[in-house]
């Protein structure tokens, strides 16, 4: 599936989610498991437009790892979301 985003949204591959408990006796069911905050940008768009029409380049690009909010983000499917660029919180 090929995806491009639009506007000042970015598409995030989003890091898998740690096991914490993986050698105790506590079981704890995916739905109560929180999504990951870090990922992988995989497609930029080209920016948003300011009031007098300029358009405003994307920070992040391709590649890049990032932070972002937690429940900000749009489902594409279990791995990837679309999210604003302002939803994310920093690189690392």
Do not use: H, W
């Not at 690009?61 to 972002?68: A, N």
């Amino acid at each position: 599936m090929k995806i491009k985003p639009l506007e000042d949204r970015v598409i995030i591959k989003q890091d898998p989610p740690e096991e914490k408990y993986k050698n105790s006796m506590i079981y704890v069911p995916d739905s109560e498991k929180r999504k990951p905050q870090k990922g992988t940008v995989v497609a930029v768009g080209p920016g948003r437009f300011d009031n007098n029409g300029k358009r405003i380049p994307m920070e992040l690009k391709v590649g890049d790892k990032v932070i972002y909010e937690i429940y900000s983000d749009d489902d594409v499917n279990e791995e990837l979301i679309i999210i604003r660029e302002s939803a994310v919180y920093c690189t690392i």
